[in-house]
């Protein structure tokens, strides 16, 4: 319960972002979307993330003061963290007989085709 309280959090406080604009009277970009877009540039173009902090500081210098532009990577890839979506690996037979969650999460062998869960050292 508690993860989910802090997730919806974290989520409310991204559409306040999208509600902010990049400065004062700005209409065509706003925080979250300043900073989604210098995400694809980073990925179109594979830069470091140095090369994104350059990126961030040489834009911020020429937008007007008060701007809400991010200082760099670590601070804006946090600001996305409400979107990452969350997985779980679940092993499965190479046959597609069973999956290895719930009650057959503990299981070694595959129950229909006694196929090993794990490769084996000498295989």
């Known amino acids: 319960m508690k993860n989910t309280i802090v997730d919806a959090?974290?989520?409310f406080k991204l559409l306040e972002d999208?509600?902010?604009?990049?400065?004062?009277?700005?209409?065509?970009?706003?925080k979250l979307s300043a900073i989604t877009q210098v995400f694809v540039i980073k990925l179109d173009y594979v830069l470091s993330e140095t090369g994104y902090d350059n990126i961030l500081k040489w834009t911020k210098s020429i937008l007007p003061k008060g701007n809400t532009l991010k200082d760099n990577f670590y601070v804006a890839k946090s600001m996305k963290e409400p979107l990452v979506l969350r997985y779980a690996k679940i092993g499965m037979c190479p046959n597609f007989f069973m999956l290895y969650n719930n009650k057959y999460k503990n299981f070694i062998e595959y129950k229909t085709c006694q196929h090993n869960?794990?490769?084996?050292n000498n295989e």
Not at 117 to 120: S, V
């Open 9 to 11: 959090t974290r989520f």
């Open 18 to 30: 999208y509600d902010e604009p990049l400065w004062n009277r700005c209409r065509v970009h706003n």
């Open 117 to 120: 869960r794990y490769k084996l």
